[in-house]
């Protein structure tokens, strides 16, 4: 996906996600970006390349799940994840830098459906 596309689909509300590496063993790894509500009140880039207010606050959360776990006969509770990592970040830059620190970029992020994300 494209960084603009990327972008436009945060800025208008929708999360997106990627597989990273998981820290256990038997384990799946997500990273998830979550635009706050505040977000959904920037309207969305309708031309490329068009200027996007640094002020958007995301929600960066990393999590694993044991394979074990991630059968289709089974809801996923709270119990069931291990959060590794959550952050709150204010901006573009500020999500680069924070999914840079995965070995993330912004065109890397997906609709979490593309990645098999659980929840």
Same mark, same amino acid.
């Given at each position: 996906?494209?960084?603009?596309? $990327?972008? =436009?689909? %945060?800025?208008?509300?929708?999360?997106? /996600? +990627?597989?990273?590496?998981?820290?256990? &063993?038997? $384990?799946? =790894?997500? %990273?998830?970006?979550?635009?706050?509500? /505040? +977000?959904?009140?920037?309207?969305?880039? &309708?031309?490329?390349? =068009?200027?996007?207010?640094?002020?958007?606050?995301?929600?960066?959360?990393?999590?694993?799940?044991?394979?074990?776990?991630?059968?289709?006969?089974?809801?996923?509770?709270?119990?069931?994840?291990?959060?590794?990592?959550?952050?709150?970040?204010?901006?573009?830059?500020?999500?680069?830098?924070?999914?840079?620190?995965?070995?993330?970029?912004?065109?890397?992020?997906?609709?979490?459906?593309?990645?098999?994300?659980?929840?």
């Amino acid at each position: 996906m494209t960084p603009e596309t $990327s972008i =436009a689909l %945060l800025v208008s509300g929708k999360p997106l /996600a +990627a597989r990273v590496a998981a820290r256990h &063993t038997e $384990s799946q =790894a997500w %990273l998830a970006v979550y635009p706050s509500h /505040a +977000a959904t009140h920037h309207h969305a880039p &309708t031309i490329l390349n =068009a200027p996007v207010p640094e002020s958007i606050p995301f929600l960066v959360r990393v999590f694993e799940i044991r394979d074990s776990l991630l059968t289709s006969e089974r809801w996923l509770c709270e119990a069931d994840i291990l959060r590794i990592h959550d952050v709150r970040v204010e901006g573009v830059a500020a999500l680069g830098e924070v999914l840079g620190s995965f070995g993330l970029s912004i065109e890397a992020l997906v609709q979490p459906w593309m990645v098999d994300f659980p929840l």
